[in-house]
């Protein structure tokens, strides 16, 4: 077994979800196709708070979470040829598959069957998996991703769950010059689905509930806002526009889902990437007659999260990020928790802090 070595920032009270605390913890057993990274920032992700009040169901204590992960490679395993220790890498919200499924040997691998969760999850041999509020990961090469170098670390970070969960569906439904392309809810996802969409080409429109984010909505780039939440005939000028929507909401409570299917193209797309708590409203069969898809999406591959992070360091796209000491998760957490972010918290490694850049 390996030794204790690794300490991250953990809750250790499921009731107290605010509340860090360091802890030491087993990291995974090293490997001959393994990665070890020094982490220099982790991104706060939606998911690290649904995980930690226990909307997605009961947690084992203690945990760490975080899976928007940057810093520098500190060892590899011998059939690693990709990276060398002092690489700028990052790891994302997965850490591990089967490499042997049918997804797995299609460049499907974020939809293994059998998939490990960057954290709150098991490796095969019942190490359990920690998180990226800490000093250090270990992840099979497959799920390491190279930072490149005019890319900083901290803007790379938010990149490898956000930035890659709106980036797979606009790449894989044809995002580009001659589209149009609808990014609901402009949080931490949605403000990624404007950045790239816009630098891929599309013709972008925004949707938000209210007034709050028009101005920085459009300093992101989007070259329509429509604001939902006053008018409910929003989607009758958009009736049958839109080529693709990518929505991030993160409630679904009265979402005008059949609203916004209308405003489709024919076999137009709606991917939803956002996972509220709470069910989807109720939908009917004729909801459907406008030739629209409803679907998701999970994450990305390696593939697209290499081409993500190329696109972001050739087009020169900065994320809006708030960044915080790694020792204030907390504050982050529940800030995340009441949308009180633009539009994305990083926490820069404080427990042992590495050469950055």
């Keep these: ?50 995980t930690i009040t226990e909307g997605w169901g009961k947690i084992p204590t203690p945990l760490v979470v975080g899976h928007e992960i940057t ?22 919200a997965q850490i591990g598959s089967c490499y042997k499924c049918r997804a797995c040997t299609n460049e499907q691998e974020n939809y293994c069957p059998n998939k490990i969760d960057t954290y709150n999850d098991h490796y095969p041999d019942g190490v359990f998996a920690q998180g990226g509020y800490s000093t250090a990961i270990r992840a099979n090469q497959q799920f390491v991703f190279p930072i490149p170098e005019n890319l900083p670390l901290k803007y790379a970070s938010s990149m490898l769950c956000a930035g890659l969960t709106v980036f797979s569906p606009l790449k894989r439904h ?12 402009i949080g931490g996802l949605g403000h990624y689905a404007v950045l790239f969409a816009k630098a891929m080409g599309a013709e972008v429109y925004a949707f938000t509930h209210s007034t709050r984010k028009v101005d920085d909505i459009k300093k992101m780039g989007a070259d329509h806002v429509v604001v939902t939440g006053t008018n409910p005939d929003f989607a009758k000028p958009l009736h049958m526009m839109l080529d693709l929507i990518v929505c991030t909401v993160d409630v679904g409570t009265d979402m005008p889902l059949a609203d916004y299917l209308s405003t489709l193209w024919v076999h137009g797309k709606f991917v939803m990437v956002g996972l509220p708590d709470e069910p989807l409203p109720q939908m009917k069969a004729f909801d459907f007659l406008c030739g629209a898809f409803l679907g998701g999406s999970h994450i990305g591959n390696k593939v697209e999260a290499v081409e993500m992070l190329q696109l972001a360091a050739s087009k020169g796209i900065r994320p809006w990020i708030e960044e915080l000491p790694m020792s204030k998760a907390g504050e982050a957490v529940q800030r995340v928790k009441k949308g009180d972010v633009r539009y994305r918290f990083v926490l820069k490694q404080d427990i042992a802090p590495i050469d950055i850049e």
Excluded at 12 to 40: G, M
Excluded at 71 to 90: E, H, M, S, W
Excluded at 174 to 185: E, Q
């Design 71 to 92: 810093g520098k490679v500190t060892r590899v395993g011998a059939n690693v040829k990709q990276f060398k220790v002092g690489d700028r890498v990052g790891v994302g």
């Design 174 to 185: 044809g995002c580009g010059p001659g589209k149009k392309v609808g990014v609901i809810g």
């Design 1 to 50: 077994m390996s030794e204790v070595q690794f300490k991250g920032y953990a809750i250790t009270d499921a009731s107290l979800w605010t509340q860090f605390s360091i802890v030491e913890y087993q990291p995974k057993n090293f490997d001959d196709n393994d990665v070890e990274v020094a982490i220099a920032y982790c991104g706060v992700c939606g998911s690290d708070v649904h």
